[in-house]
């Protein structure tokens, strides 16, 4: 059996709390991931965001030998500096965008998933 909430237990989350509560914590991910000093704790904000949105627990693919390998700490690094920084905050305003649109949900949800890579090239 499955450690995650029933399907109507999440829905409920997100129609009540999940949509607004996403929203201000991708905010203030982003705002701490390019404080620099704040980079950890937006990366694990951004790391959570599939359970804040829906309550939906992600699996480490990487540590279980099926995701592939990571990038390295430098080319993580400077993908952050020159690219994903920016590139996050569009990435999270356009799938806040398809959360709110309610259609959108799926590829939001898929969005939210991808998050961690387009900020730091981290694969789950």
Do not use: C, H
């Amino acid at each position: 059996m499955s450690d995650q909430p029933s399907f109507v237990i999440r829905a409920l989350w997100f129609i009540f709390v999940g949509w607004w509560l996403t929203g201000l914590w991708l905010s203030a991910a982003w705002l701490l991931n390019v404080t620099i000093i704040g980079l950890p704790l937006g990366i694990k904000l951004i790391n959570r965001v599939p359970l804040v949105l829906s309550l939906k627990r992600r699996e480490n693919l990487v540590e279980e030998g099926r995701g592939g390998s990571q990038y390295s700490l430098v080319v993580r690094g400077l993908w952050f500096l020159f690219i994903g920084w920016w590139a996050s905050g569009v990435w999270t305003g356009i799938a806040y965008v398809f959360t709110v649109t309610i259609v959108g949900i799926p590829l939001a949800v898929w969005m939210y998933d991808r998050l961690p890579f387009v900020v730091s090239l981290y694969r789950y």
